[in-house]
């Protein structure tokens, strides 16, 4: 699950600056607006060994300039729990999806996009 957001707005105020530069920027964007998210995941996780719990955080960022984006979900390189907390967002023939990816995701996305703004407003806008 991702987190997307349309900086085409933006996109003006990011041509002046060198690639990198925007890059840095808008990946510290991200970072802010993942935070609420992870918080939202950390509370509406189910726990039944805590391992899931302890593995939640950014998979990784992709895509570039105003298309970028930021994975969240479980770190671990155990399969079994990758395997636990998509079981647990989406289900399988034996148990419905607890849906709690979607469900953090839709409690935080407010504060997230705010995050993002804020941040942005920061680094941008001196």
């Given at each position: 699950?991702?987190?997307e957001f349309d900086f085409a707005e933006l996109e003006d105020a990011l041509i002046g600056l060198g690639k990198n530069v925007s890059t840095q920027i808008l990946d510290q964007a991200l970072d802010e607006g993942a935070k609420p998210v992870?918080?939202?995941?950390?509370k509406n996780v189910p726990v039944d060994t805590g391992k899931?719990?302890?593995s939640l955080g950014e998979i990784k960022k992709d895509g570039s300039n105003i298309n970028r984006k930021i994975h969240l979900g479980s770190t671990s390189n155990n399969?079994?729990?990758v395997a636990r907390a998509y079981y647990q967002e989406y289900g399988n023939s034996n148990m419905n999806g607890k849906k709690w990816m979607k469900k953090s995701y839709y409690q935080s996305k407010d504060e997230a996009i705010n995050?993002?703004?804020?941040s942005l407003a920061k680094d941008l806008f001196k």
């Open positions: 699950m991702g987190l992870i918080k939202a995941m950390n899931l719990k302890h399969r079994e729990i995050a993002i703004g804020d």
